[in-house]
């Protein structure tokens, strides 16, 4: 029997319900159009109301951010007073904790512990990217001869778009905003229609700690109307998109229009690879971990299970034991692990994907369906054993709290499981032979990969995949450069003669 918390409207009853604006050019200004109302999947009951922004509203949003890129101070700061504006914002962030991770937890149906730490990591990722501001630099040749210089400058890419999805409102902002402003630029950014809150409050934030008007523009609204044209106004130079891979290709479509530079963060279908010498007792708790984790709506999610057949079924019954103990509920309970799916659409998707893998022959090994707890909608962790490489749950983003579980035989065998699908985020491998764990990270095609261990991360690891998981990196000490350009200043020194045409 999976651990429930108890969900009750209670706690909300006689809340009153948030109404936000949107930030343009420093102003927070209403939508035309009837509010968006987010129903909390947990409980049921309208918790927040946004503008429901339209295409107007976002040419408002790039023009502002075009006249601060262009005319403004923002660029034109030293690197030094960038980096103490995005440090006071971590300050703030980090005061105001309490408010962010409970908008978060509501609107997403995300626990409230697992939250805070969300918020703690992103006042670490704002003061990384505040000292990132003041090692960008370019460089210089003086080996090209007497008679030439060259300096090679990184400016600013200009406007940036910044897309964000619903399942880590306020933890993925913080991986893009933060680094395109300590480079420099000017942005607009759209969270999700679903969790807007905290992005909102984010804006009141950057206004306190001193981000002049016009440099970060927040729309709300949903992506037909808001982000399409975000995503394809001459006007902004640069799209940073975190979400589905179909609405990835969607928006470098969008971005082919113009040739924007274009950063994805996509999905993933992520892989742990288990030997028989592994150390079981860890793997077993960061398997569990790992689908569970944010309810499984989560593209690192370790989704494939690939066993060694020597120890797939003890592996399958120790992790089904302990997927007896996590604790589903109210996402406001501080003892919560997994919280509500985000929403009844997005739940029925989920089991649609348990119920074709049935078809095709998997078996349930834990779980497998709706909880009752009398409000939301709630899934109880789900382990799916002898699937095959062929079937869809191996190979589509489920993107709920759910496990498949593959075996293999040889090394070899492993390797091509987990390089057959189209995405490429993150993978495991497990083995107390680090030769083994070095071979098969070296050969695995994925942007991360963990060796027993997984889903860590800190501000100074690039994070991003291969194939349609996505195009470039965020984090990382290279994260600021890729909100700018480089440019090339060829110096002659001295007079020059004879360029071309003979003289007489």
């Known amino acids: 029997m999976v651990m429930t918390v108890l969900v009750t409207p209670k706690a909300l009853a006689n809340q009153t319900v948030r109404d936000f604006k949107m930030l343009i050019d420093g102003k927070w200004i209403s939508g035309n159009a009837a509010p968006i109302e987010r129903v909390a999947p947990s409980h049921g009951v309208v918790v927040s109301r946004f503008q429901a922004g339209s295409k107007a509203d976002a040419l408002r949003a790039i023009a502002a951010a075009r006249k601060a890129f262009d005319t403004g101070p923002w660029p034109r700061m030293t690197a030094s007073e960038r980096s103490a504006i995005l440090l006071k914002a971590a300050d703030l962030i980090a005061a105001r904790a309490d408010e962010l991770a409970y908008l978060d937890a509501i609107e997403a149906g995300k626990p409230i512990s697992q939250v805070k730490g969300e918020i703690a990591g992103s006042v670490d990722i704002w003061r990384y990217a505040a000292a990132l501001a003041r090692d960008l630099h370019g460089e210089s040749y003086n080996t090209l001869g007497d008679g030439t210089l060259g300096v090679v400058l990184r400016e600013a890419i200009g406007v940036v778009s910044i897309i964000t ?9 913080g991986q893009k905003l933060p680094f395109a402003l300590a480079a420099g630029c000017t942005c607009v950014v759209k969270p999700s229609e679903l969790t807007s809150g905290s992005t909102i409050v984010l804006g009141e934030i950057l206004q306190e700690a001193g981000v002049p008007d016009g440099v970060v523009n927040i729309v709300t609204g949903t992506g037909a109307e808001v982000g399409a044209i975000m995503t394809a106004h001459p006007d902004v130079d640069m799209v940073s998109f975190t979400g589905s891979t179909g609405v990835g290709k969607l928006t470098m479509t969008n971005a082919a229009q113009t040739l924007k530079k274009v950063s994805l963060e996509l999905g993933g279908k992520n892989p742990q690879i288990v030997f028989p010498d592994a150390d079981l007792d860890a ?23 690939i066993l060694h057949k020597s120890i797939a079924s003890d592996v399958v019954a120790r992790v089904a034991a302990l997927a007896k103990h996590v604790k589903v509920g109210d996402p406001l309970d501080p003892t919560t692990q997994v919280g509500a799916i985000i929403t009844p659409q997005h739940f029925d998707k989920i089991a649609g994907y348990v119920a074709a893998a049935k078809s095709a022959g998997a078996e349930v090994a834990h779980g497998g369906g709706a909880l009752d707890l009398g409000m939301g909608q709630f899934m109880a962790p789900t382990i799916l054993s002898q699937v095959t490489p062929g079937m869809t749950v191996a190979r589509e983003e489920v993107f709920g709290p759910v496990l498949s579980v593959l075996t293999f035989d040889t090394a070899e065998e492993a390797i091509e499981i987990a390089n057959s699908i189209d995405y490429g985020l993150s993978a495991g491998v497990w083995s107390k032979d680090f030769d083994t764990c070095l071979t098969i990270g070296r050969r695995i095609r994925a942007g991360t990969v963990w060796m027993n261990t997984f889903m860590d991360g800190a501000s ?13 990196r965020e984090l990382g000490r290279h994260a600021v450069e890729d909100y700018t350009e480089t440019k090339t200043l060829n110096m002659h020194i001295g007079s020059r003669t004879n360029w071309w045409m003979p003289r007489t």
């Open 165 to 173: 999805p619903w399942n880590f409102p306020f933890l993925i902002v």
């Open 283 to 305: 793997f077993i708790d960061a398997a569990v971990f790992g689908a569970y984790f944010n309810a499984g709506e989560c593209c690192n999610a370790g989704s494939r299970l």
């Open 460 to 472: 100074e690891l690039p994070f991003g995949g291969y194939k349609q998981s996505g195009l470039g």
